[in-house]
T-cell receptor, first 114, second 116 residues
Framework: NAGVTQTPKFQVLKTGQSMTLQCAQDMNHEYMSWYRQDPGMGLRLIHYSVGAGITDQGEVPNGYNVSRSTTEDFPLRLLSAAPSQTSVYFC?????????????FGDGTRLSIL | GESVGLHLPTLSVQEGDNSIINCAYSNSASDYFIWYKQESGKGPQFIIDIRSNMDKRQGQRVTVLLNKTVKHLSLQIAATQPGDSAVYFCAENTPDYGGSQGNLIFGKGTKLSVKP
């Protein structure tokens, strides 16, 4: 019962570095998404994908890229890390891109940018 | 813009009591709502959902009530246990946000503390 798996769990970067946060799900879900969680801000949508080869921007996409080459994987790339990107990042998936679908979350990646 | 908010940021209850966590939403077009539980160091965990054509839905020890007239959502937890201590989020889905996709708008969360 792996569900949604995120790696790494923790990461410290220096300003200007780039990195990729990995997300994989084994439930054959079509819809996947990335959120960031900041204190007092709730979860905010960064990017999402309704299926392999299709991605779109969410509420806070600047500074992040995504791709969806397979159904299972949805990596999030930080192009040039900034201290404002210090946050906890969650990946989520749901069965289809239709509405009325609860999303299932991974346990997050805690990212600190120095 | 549209947002989901919570009336109480923290809630402290005695073990065995019932808990009620409230949520206000501002978009009358929202038609699907979810409650999530988040324990420390973990991702949000799905608890229960409700569609706008319903006003009540029950699960195991949990009940969600939806009042569309005042745009209010609540989560009731019966016989609250120490294991219920967590942050609870409501989330809404609206046709105005992300079109037909399942994009959710989250509230800021309520921390529930259960005293033994």
């Amino acid at each position: 019962n792996a569900g949604v798996t995120q790696t790494p769990k923790f990461q410290v970067l220096k300003t200007g570095q780039s990195m990729t946060l990995q997300c994989a799900q084994d439930m054959n879900h079509e819809y996947m998404s990335w959120y960031r969680q900041d204190p007092g801000m709730g979860l905010r949508l960064i990017h999402y994908s309704v299926g392999a080869g299709i991605t779109d921007q969410g509420e806070v996409p600047n500074g992040y890229n995504v791709s969806r080459s397979t159904t299972e994987d949805f990596p999030l790339r930080l192009l040039s890390a900034a201290p404002s990107q210090t946050s906890v990042y969650f990946c989520a998936s749901s069965y289809s891109a239709g509405r009325d679908q609860p999303q299932h979350f991974g346990d997050g990646t805690r990212l600190s940018i120095l | 813009g549209e947002s989901v908010g919570l009336h109480l940021p923290t809630l402290s209850v005695q073990e065995g009591d019932n808990s009620i966590i409230n949520c206000a939403y501002s978009n009358s077009a929202s038609d699907y709502f979810i409650w999530y539980k988040q324990e420390s160091g973990k991702g949000p965990q799905f608890i229960i959902d409700i569609r706008s054509n319903m006003d009540k839905r029950q699960g195991q020890r949990v009940t969600v009530l939806l009042n569309k007239t005042v745009k209010h959502l609540s989560l009731q937890i019966a016989a609250t246990q120490p294991g219920d201590s967590a942050v609870y989020f409501c989330a809404e889905n609206t046709p105005d946000y992300g079109g037909s996709q399942g994009n959710l708008i989250f509230g800021k969360g309520t921390k529930l503390s259960v005293k033994p």
